[in-house]
């Protein structure tokens, strides 16, 4: 491996030839509470995620949103997580809120994800016998692929995916998520080498609620894995 900046050149795993991979991107995801969003700035964080499924210990209203957001600094990304939402509420949260990707966590086509205009990430439930490439192909629009655990619930379920289950030499960009924590990110990053990382459960205290201290671990395994 050979330092450079930012980032770092990797052998890559198909073909053995060396690769630059810049830093890893961290998302934090779940963020319910004022000092949670200042933790996960201070920390570093480069996306922010904010749930609006109300079946999750995580959702959060479009009012509680809007005063989490305006705590959010420039250049970290401001996500929105939906989950088989009814198009007008998602109009209605990218109407009132500074929202600059979405996250579609739920059984969204891809017209149903295009429809709003806007550039969006769709989520893989990862288990035995999923295609990835064959489920990619489905979202072309796509900014990137989300892989987390099949759970029941849909997502934030805080499972580990069997990370042999993601083609060696898979194109498009990949957001690594479920059951990460700062136990598990530095061999996640080093094996998977993915374009971000997303965690919800690995840096809470309880549901919802964040650890501040788990939070700055947690990324700086990742910055640890980059180096
Ligand atoms: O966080 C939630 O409650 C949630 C609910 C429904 C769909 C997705 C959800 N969160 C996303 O799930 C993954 C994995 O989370 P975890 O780290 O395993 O808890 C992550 O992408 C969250 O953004």
Known sequence: MVLAGAGAYHLHSS?????FVPRTRVKICGLTRAQDVDAAVAAGADA???VFYPASPRYVSIAQAAALMARVPPFITIVGLFVNADP???REALDSLPI????FHGDETEADCLQYGRPYIRAARMRPGVDLVEYAACFPSARGLLLDAFVEGYGGGGKVFDWSLIPPAFDRPLILSGGLSADNVVDAVRRVRPWAVDVSSGVE???GIKDAGAIAQFISGVRDADG
């Open 88 to 90: 007008a509420y998602v």
């Open 100 to 103: 600059q990707l979405l996250q």
């Open 205 to 207: 205290a309880a549901k």
């Open 15 to 19: 073909t053995r030839t060396a690769r």
């Open 48 to 50: 922010l995620g904010f």
